[in-house]
C-alpha cells in the first residue's frame, strides 16, 4: 500500500524557517512527480508546490515563490520542502501529495 507521512510542522515566528519531509513508501518513488498541498484553517486545499521525477524541475505557486524549496531524496524516497521567510499566512496543514492520495499531514503554524 502506499504510505505517505509528514513531518517537521510546528510553531514558528513570522520570518522563520522550518523543513517539511514527506518520507514515501509503497511505489517506486523516483519515478514519480510528488506534489506539495495545503489546508489553512476553513479554507480548501490550495496547491503549493511540485517537483517532477528526476527533480529537475519544480514549480511554484506565486505566493511562496523565492521563499519555498521543494527538493527530493530518492535514494530514502523522501519529499521536502524547505519554507523560508514564513508568514502568518502559510499557516496551514501540509499535505505531500502522489496523484490522489496524501498523507496524514504536518501542522505548521506562523505567529508571533
Known amino acids: 500500500d502506499v504510505q505517505l507521512v509528514e513531518s517537521g510542522g510546528g510553531l514558528v515566528q513570522p520570518g522563520g524557517s522550518l523543513r517539511l519531509s514527506c518520507t514515501a513508501s509503497?511505489?517506486?518513488?523516483?519515478?514519480?512527480?510528488m506534489n506539495w498541498v495545503r489546508q489553512a484553517p476553513g479554507k480548501g486545499l490550495e496547491w503549493v508546490s511540485g517537483?517532477?521525477?528526476?527533480?529537475?524541475?519544480?514549480t511554484y505557486t506565486d505566493s511562496v515563490k523565492g521563499r519555498f524549496t521543494i527538493s527530493r531524496d530518492d535514494a530514502k524516497n523522501i519529499l521536502y520542502l524547505q519554507m523560508n521567510s514564513l508568514k502568518p499566512e502559510d499557516t496551514a496543514v501540509y499535505y505531500c501529495k502522489f496523484f490522489a492520495l496524501r498523507g496524514q499531514g504536518t501542522q505548521v503554524t506562523v505567529s508571533s
Open positions: 517537483i517532477n521525477s528526476d527533480g529537475g524541475s519544480t
Open positions: 509503497g511505489f517506486t518513488f523516483r519515478n514519480y512527480a
